[in-house]
C-alpha cells in the first residue's frame, strides 16, 4: 500500500484527527491491528457536516464488521466527532495487499504469521507457499487446515518449535 | 433483475444454511471450522445480495427476504436444499455447486451490471477457497479407503441429477444472460470438463442421468426446504417484528 503517513499530511486537519481517532479502533478479532492497519478504511470524508467513513468488509460473512462499524462510530462520538456514518462499500473487494507493513509487524509479534506474497497469483497457489513461523521463524512448517479460527486465517504448525500457529491468509 | 438476485442470495443462503448443520458436529474439529467458515461466506454472501435486492424495493429489508418469505418464493437450486446425510453427501454437493459458482461468479465479475460485479468479485476469493476444500475432499475420499470410496461414489450418483438445474435457464436467467452475457449453455462445457477430471484423478467414475431434477428456481421445492425455513424462520413467525 502507498505509505500512508504521507497520503495523511495531505488531508485536512479535521480528517487528520478523525484518522487519528481511527488509530485506537481494534479489529476485534485481531485486536493487535487497527482499522487503518488493516486496510479497511477505504475513505473518510466531510458532506454537509456529516463525517461520512467508508469501509469494506474483509470477507463476506465476517461477523466483526458490524462491531467493528459500531466501535468506529463509538470512538468518533467519544472524540466529539458526534455526526458521522459509518457506510459499507464494496466497489474492489479487499485484499491483504492493504494491511500496513506496521499491521504486518504487529500481527507477527502477536504470534499470527502475516500474509506472504502477493494474492494476484490466485489464492489456490496460496497452500503451497513456505509460510515462516511466527515464533522461531523455521520455514520447516505445514498446514494443517486451509481454515482456521476466522474466515481470514489457517491453521498451521512448526515442525520445528512444535507450535500450531495461525496464518493471515494472503486474499 | 430483481429475480435474479434473489435466486444468487437463496443459492447462498440455503447451502451456508445446511453447512452450518455442521457445526458441532464435524468429523474431526479441523473440518468442522473449515465447514463453519464456508457456511459464513455464504451466509455473508447471500446478505450482500439480499442487500442489493432491497435498494429495488422499497421498504423491503434483507431480514425480510430471508425471515418472511414462503417455500414457493424461494428460488434456490433443489440440489442445495437436500440433505447434508453424511460427510460424503454434504461434501458431493458443495463439490458439484463450488465449481459452478466459481464459473458463475468469474462470469458474473466481468458483466456490465456494476453492482453485481463488485459482489461477485468479493465472492469469488472466498469461493476460490470453497472450490479446493470440496475437491480435496471429493480426492481423498475417491482415491482413500473402500467405505469412503463407495460412500462418495454413492453420493456423487445421487447427487448428479440436481446438477442439470445450474445450466437449465430460468427466466431470470435468461434475461441476465441478454443483458450481460452470462451465458450458462458456456458453463456447462467447462463445468463438465473439471468436475469430470477431478472426479477421474479420485478414481470415481462419473454419473449420468436421464432424469433432471428441476424446478427450484420457479419455486418447486422439495418438501426439504420446508423444514430449512421452519428453522430458519422461527424466531420471525413467533415473535414478529422482534429485534434484538
Known amino acids: 500500500m502507498v505509505n500512508q503517513s504521507s497520503i495523511r499530511e495531505q488531508l485536512s486537519t479535521e480528517i487528520q484527527d478523525i484518522y487519528n481517532v481511527l488509530d485506537t479502533v481494534l479489529d476485534p478479532e485481531v485486536p493487535v491491528l487497527t482499522v487503518v492497519d488493516l486496510g479497511i478504511i477505504r475513505s473518510v470524508r466531510k458532506e454537509n457536516g456529516t463525517i461520512q467513513v467508508d469501509i469494506c468488509p474483509t470477507y463476506s460473512g465476517c461477523p466483526a464488521l458490524d462491531v467493528i462499524a459500531i466501535d468506529i462510530k463509538f470512538a468518533l462520538d467519544q472524540a466529539c466527532f458526534t455526526n458521522s456514518k459509518v457506510n459499507y462499500i464494496l466497489d474492489q473487494p479487499w485484499t491483504t495487499d492493504w494491511i500496513s507493513e506496521d499491521g504486518k509487524r504487529k500481527l507477527k509479534e502477536y504470534g499470527i504469521a502475516p500474509p506472504q506474497g502477493s494474492p494476484d497469483k490466485g489464492q489456490l497457489g496460496e497452500m503451497d507457499k513456505t509460510i515462516i513461523c511466527p515464533i522461531c521463524d523455521s520455514k520447516n512448517t505445514e498446514m494443517i487446515s486451509a481454515f482456521g479460527s476466522t474466515a481470514c486465517k489457517s491453521l498451521y504448525r512448526c515442525k520445528d518449535c512444535l507450535e500450531p500457529f495461525d496464518y493471515f491468509k494472503c486474499h | ?244
Open chain 2, 1 to 244: 433483475m430483481h429475480n435474479y438476485i434473489l435466486q444468487l442470495g437463496d443459492n447462498s443462503l440455503i447451502l451456508g444454511h445446511r453447512i452450518s448443520e455442521w457445526c458441532g458436529h464435524g468429523p474431526v474439529l479441523e473440518q468442522d471450522i473449515a465447514l463453519t467458515n464456508i457456511a459464513l461466506d455464504h451466509v455473508g454472501q447471500a446478505r450482500m445480495y439480499y442487500q442489493l435486492a432491497s435498494t429495488m424495493e422499497p421498504g423491503k429489508t434483507e431480514d425480510d427476504y430471508a425471515y418472511l418469505r414462503t417455500v414457493t418464493e424461494y428460488k434456490n437450486l433443489l440440489l442445495l436444499e437436500q440433505e447434508n446425510k453424511d460427510f460424503g453427501y454434504t461434501i458431493a454437493r458443495s463439490f458439484y455447486y463450488d465449481q459452478f459458482h466459481l464459473l458463475l461468479l468469474r462470469a458474473l465479475k466481468s458483466c456490465g451490471n456494476k453492482d453485481l460485479s463488485e459482489i461477485a468479485a468479493q465472492a469469488y476469493k472466498e469461493v476460490s477457497y470453497h472450490c479446493r476444500f470440496s475437491s480435496d475432499w471429493v480426492k481423498r475420499l475417491g482415491d482413500g479407503t473402500e467405505e469412503s470410496h463407495r460412500r462418495i461414489q454413492r453420493a456423487l450418483d445421487d447427487f448428479f441429477p440436481y446438477t442439470a438445474e445450474f445450466f437449465t435457464p430460468s427466466e431470470a436467467d435468461n434475461y441476465v444472460s441478454g443483458k450481460y452475457g452470462v451465458d450458462l449453455s458456456k458453463l456447462s462445457s467447462q463445468w463438465s470438463v473439471i468436475v469430470e477430471n477431478i472426479v477421474r484423478e479420485a478414481t470415481l467414475t462419473m454419473p449420468t442421468t436421464p432424469y433432471p431434477q428441476l424446478g427450484g428456481k420457479q419455486g418447486h421445492h422439495s418438501e426439504k426446504l420446508g423444514f430449512i425455513l421452519t428453522e430458519l424462520q422461527y424466531m420471525q413467525r413467533t415473535y414478529p417484528n422482534s429485534t434484538w
